[in-house]
């Protein structure tokens, strides 16, 4: 079965560079969620999308942003980079009505470096 | 959401039962207990979720207590590949359109399955 597709898998920047993070959910999932997951923690929320539409925000700095497209695939837009948004960036999709209910499934993520 | 309490770490012999246990005192009726595990680095990966009742599906089983204030989640023959941690998380069974659907991931239980 497809899963949650994430790109790149592995992202080098500079400090205050830009990354853009994309997510394309399993198909016909109308829901995607990012997630961040510094070293040594558990991973925390940032930021949904419900058919296109901003539903939920996290923690998320002002530095980033996020979108979801026509597809239902959605970018992660990071500007200003810090070395502490070093982390795994994990992107998750559901089906809001789907039997059972909004389960969440999770890409492998994308480690990216700042140095 | 309702806060989940979990023991930090736990062993388990290969091909034996593992019993994690989790607290939730107070949740609330209408949230469901979901258990997610995430393997090393790896994305979280959806094991089971429940309401009131018992459930099973083909990788564990879920025992909540009848007063909903504690679960179980149940590996019946553990293996090296469960070696994990464990997350053990509630929430309304909200839809993606809602800000219900996020996961408020916990401190979790690091489940080490030995020869």
């Known amino acids: 079965a497809a899963g949650v597709i994430q790109s790149p898998r592995h992202l080098i920047k500079e400090k205050r560079e830009t990354a853009t993070l994309k997510c394309y959910p399993i198909p016909r999932h109308d829901t995607v969620y990012w997630y961040q997951q510094g070293p040594g923690q558990d991973p925390q929320f940032l930021i949904s999308?419900?058919?296109?539409?901003?539903?939920d925000k996290g923690s998320i700095p002002d530095r980033f942003s996020a979108q979801q497209f026509s597809d239902y695939h959605s970018e992660l837009n990071m500007s200003s980079l810090e070395l502490g948004d070093s982390a795994l960036y994990f992107c998750?999709?559901?089906?809001?009505?789907?039997?059972?209910?909004?389960?969440?499934?999770f890409g492998a993520g994308t480690r990216l470096s700042v140095l | 959401d309702a806060k989940t309490t979990q023991p930090p770490s736990m062993d388990c012999a290969e091909g034996r039962a593992a019993n994690l246990p989790c607290n939730h005192s107070t949740i609330s009726g209408n949230e469901y207990v979901y258990w997610y595990r995430q393997i090393h680095s790896q994305g979280p990966q959806y094991i089971i979720h429940g309401l009131k009742n018992n459930e099973t599906n083909e990788m564990a089983s879920l025992i909540i207590t009848e007063d909903r204030k504690s679960s179980t989640l149940i590996l019946p023959h553990a293996t090296l590949r469960d070696t994990a941690v464990y997350y053990c998380i509630v929430r309304v069974e909200g839809a993606g359109g809602t800000s219900y659907g996020k996961l408020t991931f916990g401190q979790g239980t690091i489940l080490t399955v030995h020869p």
């Open positions: 999308f419900y058919e296109k539409m901003q539903s």
């Open positions: 998750a999709s559901s089906l809001a009505g789907g039997s059972p209910k909004n389960i969440q499934y």
